[in-house]
């Protein structure tokens, strides 16, 4: 009987009260400034909101669905390197249905819900974890990488400081050691496969081509800098909003950075509305893909 019959289901961390008032409280001040600027900006973000198409918001809304594909495709190509190879339909399952737990307070929920969804297609628990964990520095270091080039290094060079550890932690040989060390503290089995240098460079370049449909998606409902300008932008701001990880999806902090980043083409009240608009569809297109991979894996159970 395989491992993965017999091992206990995952327990759910517990978290301590005064860490849990912590991000509440976080988010509580983070929306309560939100508010407050949109409130002291109001005739000015409703002016912003006026000059965006509808052809613009569905274009921008296919160009999210298009840069969520290229994540679900990094984090697919990182399972299939380690040894779980998924197909299609069912990966699109487990990794956007899953991908909703991100707006639930804490950044544990996506992780579990992957784990469980991937243990009743024969992935084990370990390898979904490996996986999870990976995404996010190979967004990281793309986002930044994006960032440094499209925004130029005259303004953003400290960004550089955090891509040396990002360029270590993606090299296989230092992530293998890592992923070994932990299942040995957790007295698990070794994973059967390790990550290849060819499955990481897939990955790194699924993300760049998230990147891109995330600029396009900008660029959609905020011509004014430019399509270049336009990557480069929500690259930043969505990097700085998930390394605040204190709060659900980086809530707040991804606008605030945005439209701090959109200043030098926007008025104030514009910028404003354009990050609204940005997690709007964002959030749009996170429901869209959940429902649509649900309903294309259940045909295929049919």
Request: hydrophobic fraction near 55%; include cysteine; glycine fraction near 10%.
């Amino acid at each position: 009987m395989s491992q993965d019959v017999v091992e206990e289901p995952a327990a759910i961390p517990r978290r301590s009260w005064p860490r849990r008032l912590l991000r509440l409280g976080f988010l509580a001040v983070a929306l309560g400034f939100g508010g407050y600027a949109v409130a002291g900006q109001w005739d000015a973000v409703v002016a912003g909101f006026a000059r965006l198409s509808w052809q613009a918001l569905a274009g921008s809304l296919v160009a999210v669905v298009a840069a969520l594909l290229g994540a679900m495709l990094t984090w697919r190509t990182l399972l299939a390197d380690l040894g779980s190879p998924l197909p299609a339909r069912p990966a699109a399952k487990v990794f956007f249905v899953g991908q909703l737990g991100k707006y639930i307070p804490g950044t544990v929920w996506p992780m579990l819900a992957q784990m469980e969804m991937g243990r009743e297609l024969g992935v084990p628990r370990a390898r979904s974890a490996a996986a999870f964990f990976l995404t996010m520095p190979v967004q990281l270091a793309t986002g930044l990488l994006v960032t440094l080039i499209t925004l130029g290094w005259d303004r953003y060079g400290w960004l550089l400081l955090f891509l040396p550890l990002l360029l270590v932690l993606l090299e296989p040989k230092v992530i293998n050691g890592l992923i070994g060390y932990v299942l040995r503290r957790l007295k698990r089995e070794p994973l059967e496969r390790p990550l290849t240098r060819r499955g990481m460079l897939t990955a790194l370049a699924w993300a760049l081509t998230g990147w891109t449909a995330y600029g396009v998606h900008l660029y959609l409902i905020a011509p004014q800098g430019g399509l270049l300008f336009a990557v480069g932008a929500f690259a930043m701001s969505w990097c700085l909003g998930i390394l605040t990880f204190v709060v659900p999806a980086g809530a707040g902090v991804r606008e605030v950075a945005m439209v701090a980043v959109l200043a030098p083409h926007l008025d104030h009240g514009a910028a404003i509305a354009v990050a609204l608009s940005s997690r709007i569809v964002i959030i749009i297109g996170d429901l869209i893909c959940a429902g649509l991979a649900g309903i294309a894996a259940r045909r295929d159970s049919v």
